[in-house]
């Protein structure tokens, strides 16, 4: 090859990723951090970190570069439109460079290239010999990965099933609803080595062999240069490897799974809590106001009101949520995972509180307002005075139903990163090696949370029922 160019190396010292992101001092990662060896999450001195080598490959771009490393977690399949969108100024994650990928954002050199390799029950490894032997199996695969191409590609006549985490592919595996795993050496190595139920069939691939490259955005050559010489520095002086043998002993560090994961549910459990409770109280608002504008004269408040309800209730709230967090980024809006979610679950209760809210103003009787309107009070001060106070009694019961609603449905807001408790399941699952155990206390988690708030909603329904027979008596 020729020397470069006087303007290639002139456009190569400087670009406006890389001037951002010294400005600002800091660099984020996009990392989906349940994929050990590479990244996952480890309790190391009673503090929660996130470890293996992609992250210790990353934290040393971002010195080389001179800035800080903050680590965004998101699920695999959202980190591409993070970094499309400005959430994340590069992903280290076991990515791999396919033609499709590579036209929407650039891509460094390999740091790693790994072999595929296939997960099986142990006692049917003699099963699998050859990639023709897996026709008419169920074989999982993860989502929007190469092992999904491979395994479409070579393993003819087998039926290929996408899941979104390795996680959920052990457990189907082990369930029996999978025949087999389609996985990365290491991760396969480390599952196996932990597993006693599963091994690997001895199956060899044509083309299966994939590098491992930084993801970084489109037209920032300056930037991609500065990520290639680290990784040249650190492939050259040994320190690559290094990493890589610290994060197989971090992953394989015997400690207690309370002791260790402990802190992870309850954590998620308070952010479920609070995401809740905003999700029903700004719902509530919402719900309120767009009550009174259906109820309005003004048409043109009519219309806003039923266009917003039927479109948030005619959409998935999983698709609300990737429209407000990616959406907010391209009207240069940087608003954090919690906020998007918060706002998500508020703008989809509201949709839902606004029938309750209609259905207990419906069920005062039409008298209280005639009464009050003779009175001389106008519509706003019947509506806030009169209507309201009553309505509330029919109200309430409706709201606690919605606040255990939320609750639940809350878990789809892990898909953009917020460290609610689903998304503290994933992680554990990942760090564990254990898929089906985080599952089982989640699960208990949520019933007794529900369990709680049904209790208490049918305490004051009781209270309620009683003050209303004791006015009745009084009357």
């Given at each position: 090859?020729?020397?470069?160019?006087?303007?290639?190396?002139?456009?190569t010292k400087t670009d406006a990723q890389l001037t951002a992101i010294k400005k600002r001092g800091y660099m984020v990662l996009g990392v989906s951090a349940d994929y050990p060896p590479y990244e996952f999450h480890k309790t190391i001195n009673g503090e929660d970190k996130v470890v293996g080598f992609d992250i210790e490959l990353a934290r040393q771009v971002a010195k080389d570069i001179g800035v800080e490393l903050?680590?965004?977690?998101?699920?695999?399949?959202?980190?591409?439109?993070?970094?499309?969108?400005?959430?994340?100024?590069?992903?280290?994650?076991?990515?791999?460079?396919?033609?499709?990928?590579?036209?929407?954002?650039?891509?460094?050199?390999?740091?790693l290239r790994v072999a595929q390799k296939v997960i099986v029950r142990k006692g049917e490894e003699n099963k699998y010999r050859s990639v023709m032997d897996f026709k008419g199996q169920r074989v999982g695969v993860q989502k929007q990965t190469t092992q999904e191409t491979t395994a479409k590609e070579e393993m003819s006549g087998a039926k290929v099933v996408s899941l979104k985490k390795v996680t959920?592919?052990?457990?189907?595996?082990?369930q029996k609803k999978l025949n087999a795993?389609?996985?990365?050496?290491?991760?396969?190595?480390a599952y196996v080595q932990t597993n006693q139920a599963l091994t690997l069939a001895n199956i060899k691939f044509t083309n299966a062999d994939y590098d491992c490259a930084i993801a970084l955005p489109k037209g920032s050559p300056a930037y991609l240069a500065s990520v290639n010489r680290t990784i040249k520095k650190v492939k050259a002086n040994g320190q690559f490897k290094k990493w890589r043998k610290t994060a197989n002993d971090q992953m394989f560090s015997k400690q207690n799974f309370w002791q260790a994961y402990g802190s992870y549910f309850i954590k998620g459990t308070g952010i479920t809590i609070i995401l809740t409770i905003v999700g029903v109280l700004f719902g509530s608002l919402l719900g309120t106001l767009l009550a009174l504008m259906k109820r309005a004269k003004n048409k043109l408040l009519?219309?806003?009101?039923?266009?917003?309800?039927?479109?948030?209730?005619?959409t998935p709230l999983l698709v609300q949520v990737f429209m407000i967090y990616f959406g907010t980024q391209v009207i240069h809006l940087?608003?954090?995972?919690?906020?998007?979610?918060?706002?998500?679950l508020s703008l989809n209760s509201g949709a839902y509180v606004f029938e309750v809210i209609r259905s207990g103003i419906q069920s005062v009787a039409k008298g209280?307002?005639?009464?009050?309107?003779?009175?001389?009070?106008?519509?706003?001060?019947?509506?806030?005075l009169v209507i309201l106070p009553q309505a509330i009694k029919t109200i309430l019961p409706a709201l606690g139903n919605e606040f255990i609603s939320l609750l639940k449905e809350s878990a789809i807001v892990s898909v953009i990163g917020v460290g609610e408790l689903m998304f503290q399941t994933s992680v554990i699952q990942g760090s564990s090696f254990k898929p089906f155990l985080p599952l089982v206390i989640t699960s208990l988690i949520y019933f007794v949370l529900t369990l709680i708030l049904s209790l208490l909603l049918r305490y004051f329904e009781k209270k309620?029922?009683?003050?209303?027979?004791?006015n009745e008596v009084f009357d």
């Amino acid at each position: 090859m020729g020397p470069v160019s006087t303007t290639v190396q002139a456009a190569t010292k400087t670009d406006a990723q890389l001037t951002a992101i010294k400005k600002r001092g800091y660099m984020v990662l996009g990392v989906s951090a349940d994929y050990p060896p590479y990244e996952f999450h480890k309790t190391i001195n009673g503090e929660d970190k996130v470890v293996g080598f992609d992250i210790e490959l990353a934290r040393q771009v971002a010195k080389d570069i001179g800035v800080e490393l903050r680590i965004k977690e998101l699920g695999f399949d959202s980190l591409l439109g993070s970094l499309k969108t400005g959430k994340v100024d590069m992903i280290v994650s076991a990515m791999t460079p396919t033609p499709e990928r590579m036209k929407e954002v650039a891509f460094s050199d390999s740091y790693l290239r790994v072999a595929q390799k296939v997960i099986v029950r142990k006692g049917e490894e003699n099963k699998y010999r050859s990639v023709m032997d897996f026709k008419g199996q169920r074989v999982g695969v993860q989502k929007q990965t190469t092992q999904e191409t491979t395994a479409k590609e070579e393993m003819s006549g087998a039926k290929v099933v996408s899941l979104k985490k390795v996680t959920d592919l052990i457990l189907n595996l082990q369930q029996k609803k999978l025949n087999a795993v389609v996985v990365e050496a290491p991760v396969a190595d480390a599952y196996v080595q932990t597993n006693q139920a599963l091994t690997l069939a001895n199956i060899k691939f044509t083309n299966a062999d994939y590098d491992c490259a930084i993801a970084l955005p489109k037209g920032s050559p300056a930037y991609l240069a500065s990520v290639n010489r680290t990784i040249k520095k650190v492939k050259a002086n040994g320190q690559f490897k290094k990493w890589r043998k610290t994060a197989n002993d971090q992953m394989f560090s015997k400690q207690n799974f309370w002791q260790a994961y402990g802190s992870y549910f309850i954590k998620g459990t308070g952010i479920t809590i609070i995401l809740t409770i905003v999700g029903v109280l700004f719902g509530s608002l919402l719900g309120t106001l767009l009550a009174l504008m259906k109820r309005a004269k003004n048409k043109l408040l009519k219309a806003i009101a039923t266009v917003y309800i039927q479109y948030f209730r005619g959409t998935p709230l999983l698709v609300q949520v990737f429209m407000i967090y990616f959406g907010t980024q391209v009207i240069h809006l940087n608003v954090s995972a919690f906020v998007s979610a918060a706002i998500a679950l508020s703008l989809n209760s509201g949709a839902y509180v606004f029938e309750v809210i209609r259905s207990g103003i419906q069920s005062v009787a039409k008298g209280q307002t005639e009464a009050a309107r003779s009175l001389g009070l106008s519509n706003k001060k019947t509506m806030r005075l009169v209507i309201l106070p009553q309505a509330i009694k029919t109200i309430l019961p409706a709201l606690g139903n919605e606040f255990i609603s939320l609750l639940k449905e809350s878990a789809i807001v892990s898909v953009i990163g917020v460290g609610e408790l689903m998304f503290q399941t994933s992680v554990i699952q990942g760090s564990s090696f254990k898929p089906f155990l985080p599952l089982v206390i989640t699960s208990l988690i949520y019933f007794v949370l529900t369990l709680i708030l049904s209790l208490l909603l049918r305490y004051f329904e009781k209270k309620m029922k009683v003050g209303k027979a004791n006015n009745e008596v009084f009357d």
